[in-house]
């Protein structure tokens, strides 16, 4: 297989999109600005799917499925939220087409089939999930609400790029209702650790944890933690975000409940989500100018068995062997795919399988048959290492362990050098323009020097981070007071 990829160090952005192709994960698609998930990386996206399932329920929360449309009505109901996302909307004006008398075996807009309320084709769900807990919740004991959806939505974005942006892409959205504004709090800093631990803890991508200033939080949000994470060309990457909503949709959609004294008040929510846009990150976090480098948790096929032989016999024998190791592999839940084609050639196996980023590759040859012995490959450091017939399951189990700990590690490794702590502004720019990464900086804190810093710059807060002390400094563009530094940096 000839890979062909340009280098990171030549395009990173063209290397992205080539890898992300060649490597069978999603192509574009004859909508402009969708994408065509392929098989292969569909089954690393129902692998993240099924992991935060597990998370989302472990924490009390259940599934459930809410309409794609959205009146416009009901959608303009809480007015931050309707402005916020009004310029990426599709609406749906008709329900019927009929046969263009102009131009035979064309089809029209039927005129007399249009709608007589305008839909919002959901690009968030807040609006119609918001709508329907008027009728949940009465009382206290309704409470809390905790729902998630798995869902697809669309953001009419004008420039696209897949999996990181994309006209419609898949995600999941929790929605959850509360009693009182602690809970409701206590519930957005909760799913924001989940996604932190499910980043680090699954896709080895280490990531910070923080608040988005005013100007970058969610639309109709008091509050917006995010989770943000540093790709090999130096940008950032938001990975995830957890609301805070405050009363705000409750009072848009009269969502009120009767406290333990009989009281009435609006309840408080939470918003909640990460989508396909984690396949990018898990791309740009780990690979390399061979193709996809993935973590052993989140990989589709853990281990390929790849046969070398000159005969049917040899194969036959060899086929024994593998089948074998399958077995007791699989007996300890690790994926692995016995590849015996005998339409392409090993060194083509090699290449496909490398540029897919299957963590380990064991061959097996005549030599392996004689001694006893396995030729064990891994993805991310290219080393080989022959291992005993008696020793190889516990090998690769203990390997694939560790070579989750060290694409974590390495990670973060180049994450942690590429903070950069900055006085002054000139500094601020240098260390942007040539460096790259996230730059620790003090900011006073208005949303006017936020926007000019990003006019001239291209550079955004991309968080206020909760673990790290207040520190008194000045501000890197006005010299004004600064109670804490923030995290800069150009992004995705």
């Known amino acids: 297989m000839s890979k062909n990829l340009t280098t990171r ?13 060649k490597a069978d ?3 574009n698609s004859g909508v402009r600005g969708c994408m065509v998930i392929k098989p292969y990386g569909y089954a690393i996206w129902e692998k993240m799917q099924s992991e935060l ?30 402005e916020g996302f009004a310029k990426e909307c599709a609406i749906v004006t008709h329900y019927r087409l009929k046969n263009d008398p102009d131009n035979p075996g064309k089809l029209m807009v039927d005129p007399n089939a249009k709608l007589e309320e305008e839909l919002i084709v959901r690009p968030t769900s807040e609006a119609i999930i918001w709508s329907t807990y008027k009728g949940w919740v009465q009382s206290y004991r309704d409470l ?3 729902i998630n959806q798995w869902a697809n939505v669309v953001r009419w974005e004008m420039r696209t790029r897949l999996f990181l942006r994309t006209a419609e892409f898949l995600w999941q959205e929790g929605h959850t209702a509360h009693a009182t504004r602690s809970e409701a709090i206590s519930e957005a800093e909760q799913m924001m650790n989940v996604y932190a631990d499910f980043a680090e803890r699954f896709l080895a991508m280490p990531v910070i944890k ?3 200033t005013e100007s970058e939080r969610f639309a109709g949000a008091e509050e917006t933690y995010c989770i943000e994470a540093l790709m090999q060309d130096g940008k950032a990457l938001q990975a995830g975000t957890s609301h805070f909503l405050g009363q705000n949709f409750a009072k848009a959609f009269d969502v009120k409940f009767a406290n333990a004294e009989g009281k009435q008040d609006f309840v408080w929510g939470t918003s909640w989500g990460v989508s396909t846009r984690l396949m990018g990150a898990l ?13 052993p948790s989140i990989a589709p096929i853990q281990v390929v068995i790849v046969p070398i032989h000159r005969t049917d016999d040899q194969l036959a024998e060899i086929g024994v062997l593998a089948m074998q190791l399958s077995k007791e592999l699989q007996n300890l839940n690790i994926s692995v795919k016995y590849d015996d084609r005998t339409t392409q050639k090993p060194g083509f196996k090699f290449n496909e399988y490398e540029l897919k980023g299957v963590p380990v590759r064991i061959a097996i040859g005549p030599k392996d048959l004689e001694n006893g012995t396995f030729e064990v490959a891994r993805r991310d450091t290219l080393t080989k290492e022959i291992v005993g017939k008696d020793s190889i399951v516990g090998f690769i189990r203990d390997l694939l362990t560790q070579m989750q700990h060290d694409l974590f590690e390495r990670a973060r490794t180049y994450r ?24 620790s900086a003090h900011w006073d804190g208005t949303s006017e020097t936020e926007n000019k810093i990003k006019d001239l710059t291209k550079a955004t807060i991309r968080c206020i981070p909760l673990e790290q002390p207040l520190e008194e400094g000045k501000c890197i563009l006005t010299g004004n007071p600064s109670q804490r530094r923030v995290l800069f940096a150009k992004a995705y």
């Open 25 to 27: 994960l999603a192509e």
């Open 283 to 295: 791309v740009m976090t780990h690979s390399d100018d061979k193709g996809l480098v993935l973590p």
């Open 210 to 212: 923080g608040l988005k």
């Open 53 to 82: 399932d597990r998370m989302f329920k472990d924490t009390g929360h259940q599934n459930a499925y809410f309409p794609l449309f959205v009146p416009k009505s009901m959608f303009e109901a809480e007015e931050k939220n309707a």
């Open 416 to 439: 942690d050098q590429n903070i950069t702590l900055v006085e002054d502004f000139e500094a601020f720019k240098d260390i942007l323009e040539n460096k790259g990464g996230f730059i």
């Open 144 to 146: 809390p609400l905790l």
């Open 9 to 21: 160090s030549e395009d990173y952005s063209k290397w992205y999109n080539e890898l992300v192709v």
